[in-house]
Nanobody, 125 residues
Framework: QVQLVESGGGLVQAGGSLRLSCAAS????????MGWFRQAPGKEREFVAS????????YYADSVKGRFTISRDNAKNTVYLQMNSLKPEDTAVYYC??????????????????WGQGTQVTVSS
């Protein structure tokens, strides 16, 4: 019954911006911590950013600090990832994930209970 659906991916030039959205259904969204992960071809899925159940606490991978911002709108059951100053190295499939424990500090795949299908982000040089 739980479903997470990402949107907002696409092709962008280096230095540009994109905003990803993840719409949740079938869960009490305001109780869940949420995270974003990404996976590039030939690489492992890696942590990008996370946010706690209220949105008051966030956490980022070093590679995206200062460029990406995670936020949430509990009234809309949606989490966002604003990506600025994009680099070719950011090219990957981006996934949103939900943790029923509500923490902002979960960085591992096993911390999360639910996953979206992913959205492709391609940054051209």
């Amino acid at each position: 019954q739980v479903q997470l659906v990402e949107s907002g991916g696409g092709l962008v030039q280096a230095g540009g911006s994109l905003r990803l959205s993840c719409a949740a259904s079938g869960l009490t969204f305001s109780s869940y911590g949420m995270g974003w992960f990404r996976q590039a071809p030939g690489k492992e899925r890696e942590f990008v950013a996370s946010i706690n159940w209220t949105g008051a606490s966030t956490y980022y991978a070093d590679s995206v600090k200062g460029r990406f911002t995670i936020s949430r709108d509990n009234a809309k059951n949606t989490v966002y990832l604003q990506m600025n100053s994009l680099k070719p190295e950011d090219t990957a499939v981006y996934y949103c994930a939900g943790s029923k424990y509500g923490s902002s500090r979960f960085t591992r795949i096993t911390n999360y209970n639910y996953w979206g299908q992913g959205t492709q982000v391609t940054v051209s040089s």
